[in-house]
T-cell receptor
Framework: DAGVTQSPTHLIKTRGQQVTLRCSPK?????VSWYQQALGQGPQFIFQ???????QRGNFPDRFSGHQFPNYSSELNVNALLLGDSALYLC??????????????FGPGTRLLVL | AQKVTQAQTEISVVEKEDVTLDCVYE???????LFWYKQPPSGELVFLIR??????QNEISGRYSWNFQKSTSSFNFTITASQVVDSAVYFC??????????????FGKGITLSVRP
């Protein structure tokens, strides 16, 4: 049973560039959430996708955008990169539900460094 | 707004010691869920446990146990007879019931646990 996978594992970009991160959910899951984890901090919720639509969004600017494909995989795009965007980007997958009990399973993350 | 506080930032113990990681949360909802995740140096968050707000029974899983007390808004995690492999960052997280979406997780800042041989 494949878990959540993310690519690439590491990425180095320069300020102003654009980046795309990818995530494949755990088998059987249909919902993907993205989190940003700065060094020494807890993960911060960016947004969540279900049925190819953004369902929830955290306090992140429009430079952060996403997409979900029919096979439930997802992309996170960040435009006009800033030094402060350097972080570990975590993807989590779950089975859709609104009870709050849905457990999110995380991938290994993509470490983004912006120079 | 929901908030999770993990006041301890770093804990260092010697192998076989017991250790308790504290978590205090804030929420206006009466229905919510609490989680603990472990993050080893590899970076992947590993799910440990989920509790709902209606179930205050303590839970034990091997060397791990959790104490949920609504009266103090706390959900503490104890590792008995710690091992070097327990060294990691541990996060407590909270989710609330939402409409039309899975609930987002609100995390604490994490506790770095170091277990020395």
């Amino acid at each position: 049973d494949a878990g959540v996978t993310q690519s690439p594992t590491h990425l180095i970009k320069t300020r102003g560039q654009q980046v795309t991160l990818r995530c494949s959910p755990k088998s059987g899951h249909d919902t993907v959430s993205w989190y940003q984890q700065a060094l020494g901090q807890g993960p911060q919720f960016i947004f969540q996708y279900y049925e190819e639509e953004e369902r929830q969004r955290g306090n992140f600017p429009d430079r952060f955008s996403g997409h979900q494909f029919p096979n439930y995989s997802s992309e996170l795009n960040v435009n006009a990169l800033l030094l402060g965007d350097s972080a570990l980007y975590l993807c989590a997958s779950s089975l859709f539900g609104t009870s709050g009990q849905e457990t999110q399973y995380f991938g290994p993350g993509t470490r983004l460094l912006v120079l | 707004a929901q908030k999770v506080t993990q006041a301890q930032t770093e804990i260092s113990v010697v192998e076989k010691e017991d250790v308790t990681l504290d978590c205090v949360y804030e929420t206006r909802d009466t229905t919510y869920y609490l989680f603990w995740y472990k993050q080893p140096p590899s970076g992947e968050l590993v799910f440990l446990i989920r509790r709902n707000s209606f179930d205050e029974q303590n839970e034990i899983s091997g060397r791990y146990s959790w104490n949920f007390q609504k009266s103090t808004s706390s959900f503490n995690f104890t590792i008995t007879a710690s091992q070097v492999v327990d060294s990691a960052v541990y996060f407590c997280a909270l989710s609330e019931v939402t409409t039309g979406a899975n609930s987002k997780l609100t995390f604490g800042k994490g506790i770095t646990l170091s277990v020395r041989p």
